[in-house]
């Protein structure tokens, strides 16, 4: 099977041991304009991703050699491509530990094509309106192109969700972020379950910032409502 690769179209990274599965994903995402590339082999992923750094991986979890959100955690190290797994399980602990690996979705199975490609567009929607500009406020610097942040002109080491959630609390001074508003720059189903990962990410947030400046809580709490930055 020959894939052909052009600069204008995103290239989208399957992950599944289905051939069944694999096949209907290719097509139905090749049929709407993506250039993709399948792998069935956990063991071959990290390597392929580092080659042919892909725009977009969809990675079921139960792979064999590694599952799914060990090697997302790996790809956390060197990239913050936008990660979907693919699983059967549908408790909220699964979808949270999924999520908290750094994945940026998470489909259950059975799923529709449609709702796929739904997601993998208002995925590519989000990553563009991050794409345009970039912003210092509050001892803090982002590079929206390049997904980077820094504080005190140190570079954070923030997962894709992690920069999005810091981006939209940073885009108004003294402005108090609801939970469920946060969720909407992370996914678009799920609301309950990704307003419990949203604290997740605003603690690892809140961590890395430490790790620069040891006494300062950037992130403030306000009970019962949200979050906001705290600006000296």
Not at 155 to 178: G, H, P, Q, W
Not at 200 to 228: C, E, F, L, M, P
Request: glycine share 4%; charged share 30%.
């Amino acid at each position: 099977m020959k894939h052909y690769y052009k600069k204008m179209r995103k290239l989208i990274l399957i992950v599944e041991d289905e051939p069944i599965s694999a096949a209907l994903l290719e097509k139905n995402l090749t049929a709407n304009g993506f250039d993709v590339f399948c792998i069935a082999d956990g063991a071959e992923v990290l390597n392929w991703v580092t080659k042919n750094q892909p725009d977009l991986i969809l990675m079921d979890i139960k792979l064999p050699n590694f599952d799914g959100i060990t090697l997302c955690q790996k790809i956390r190290t060197f990239s913050v491509v936008p990660v979907f797994l693919i699983t059967s399980c549908i408790h909220e602990r699964d979808k949270l530990k999924g999520l908290n690996s750094g994945a940026d979705d998470y489909i259950c199975k059975p799923y529709s094509q449609d709702e796929v490609l739904a997601r993998i567009k208002a995925m590519f929607r989000r990553l563009n309106r991050f794409s345009d500009e970039s912003l210092t406020i509050a001892g803090f610097r982002l590079n929206k192109d390049a997904f980077q942040a820094f504080y005190k002109n140190q570079l954070l080491d923030l997962t894709r969700s992690e920069f999005r959630i810091l981006a939209m609390l940073l885009s108004k001074e003294n402005k108090v972020y609801s939970r469920s508003m946060l969720v909407e720059v992370l996914h678009d189903e799920d609301a309950e379950t990704l307003e419990r990962a949203v604290d997740g990410h605003i603690k690892n947030i809140r961590k890395k910032v430490q790790q620069v400046s040891a006494d300062k809580n950037v992130i403030k709490t306000i009970y019962g409502i949200g979050y906001k930055i705290v600006v000296e």
